[in-house]
């Protein structure tokens, strides 16, 4: 079955760093697009970025744009979301998504990780 | 962005009664791109409806989506208790992809 596990969330202060890893089993890793979905606390959802399932195009939410990257390790399994220039703003829980589609950032979200929370506070 | 509204905001219930969930988007959604998810407290979003009208694996029966253009319906035929949650839809026939605010159905 599919499985999505998020790590490497935590207590940051503005302005920090943060790296997210997300490992994928169950299915073929390398033939999907993946993303990044958060949730503020007792908020909605808000898309954050996507990742081709080759890794050579990517797309962001504005309000991330130029300060998180997303990447992948198709050798691994794994996807990255580096976050840098924290903002208070950014505190949610961080998703690990699975897309429906190999290569389109317009996708459903069919299988979705437990989630990682990262805070930032001073 | 298309801007995705749902209504009402919360929907209170008995289990066995009839749930319809309204999704209004703020441009027509192309190829009836919607989805439909439900969220428990302290869990991940759970894909129901894709396509606005087809179940994901798994999804009981009980579990239907309509609509196209800029309106959309979730609807659950005999609400069961497992189902009392938050439901949220999503649009992806345009970039970004974008989340309604989420409909919270509680029990009466």
């Known amino acids: 079955q599919v ?3 998020e790590s490497g969330g935590g207590v940051v202060q503005p302005g920090g760093s943060l790296r997210l890893s997300c490992a994928a089993s169950g299915f073929t890793f390398s033939t999907y697009g993946m993303h990044w979905v958060r949730q503020a606390p007792g908020k909605g959802l808000e898309w954050v970025a996507f990742i081709r399932h080759d890794g050579s ?3 962001y939410a504005d309000s991330v744009k130029g300060r998180f990257t997303i990447s992948r390790d198709n050798s691994k399994n794994t ?19 699975k897309g429906a589609y190999s290569s389109s950032s317009n996708s459903y979200f069919d299988y979705w990780g437990r989630g990682t929370l990262v805070t930032v506070s001073s | ?6 209504s009402p905001g919360t929907l209170s219930l008995s289990p066995g009664e009839r749930a319809t969930l309204s999704c209004r988007a703020s441009q027509s959604v192309s190829s009836s791109y919607l989805a439909w998810y439900q969220q428990k407290p ?23 989506g309509s609509g196209s253009g800029t309106d ?8 069961e208790p497992e189902d009392f949650a938050v439901y949220y839809c999503q649009q992806y026939g345009s970039s970004p992809p974008t989340f309604g605010q989420g409909t919270k159905v509680e029990i009466k």
């Open chain 1, 3 to 5: 499985q999505l596990v």
């Open chain 1, 57 to 59: 195009n990517k797309y």
């Open chain 1, 79 to 97: 996807l990255y979301l580096q976050m840098n220039s924290l903002r208070t703003e950014d505190t949610a829980v961080y998703y690990c998504a």
């Open chain 2, 1 to 6: 962005e298309i801007v995705l509204t749902q």
């Open chain 2, 42 to 64: 302290g869990q991940a979003p759970k894909l129901l409806i894709y396509g606005a009208s087809s179940r994901a694996t798994g999804i009981p029966d009980r579990f239907s």
């Open chain 2, 72 to 79: 959309f319906t979730l609807t659950i035929s005999r609400l």
